[in-house]
């Protein structure tokens, strides 16, 4: 069992800048997958970005792309995404999930544990 709790999300002027942790409890965090999913207003909730566990390869959606990185920090069992450039687009409720394995999966049904999330604001 994992359990995920996201933190630092908040409201922010366009073009500034968040960072978003997740803090991971259990054991072996390095054999799960990472990813942020957010979900605005009105819509679905989408992926946004994936990080593997042992090679940190990573993915992302097109729309935020050079923008935002993910990161993570195995010793620390917590996953981080940078936002920077923010736009208002980007305001919604962002949250972690994760999955045991090697492969990683911009489907959110893929994956098996999810935090409660943390509005991010982002104004014009």
């Known amino acids: 069992q994992v359990q995920l709790v996201e933190s630092g999300g908040g409201l922010v002027q366009a073009g500034g800048s968040l960072r978003l942790s997740c803090a991971a409890s259990?054991?072996?965090?390095?054999?799960?997958?990472m990813a942020w999913f957010r979900q605005a207003p009105g819509k679905e909730r989408e992926f946004v970005a994936a990080?593997?566990?042992?090679?940190?390869?990573?993915k992302y959606v097109d729309s935020v792309k050079g923008r935002f990185t993910i990161s993570r920090d195995n010793a620390k069992n917590t996953v981080y995404l940078q936002m920077n450039s923010l736009k208002p687009e980007d305001t919604a409720v962002y949250y972690c999930?994760?999955?045991?394995?090697?492969?990683?999966?911009?489907?959110?049904?893929?994956?098996?544990?999810w935090g409660q999330g943390t509005q991010v604001t982002v104004s014009s």
């Open positions: 999930a994760a999955r045991f394995g090697s492969i990683s999966y911009s489907l959110e049904n893929k994956y098996d544990y």
């Open positions: 259990g054991r072996s965090f390095s054999g799960y997958i």
């Open positions: 990080i593997t566990g042992t090679s940190g390869s990573t």
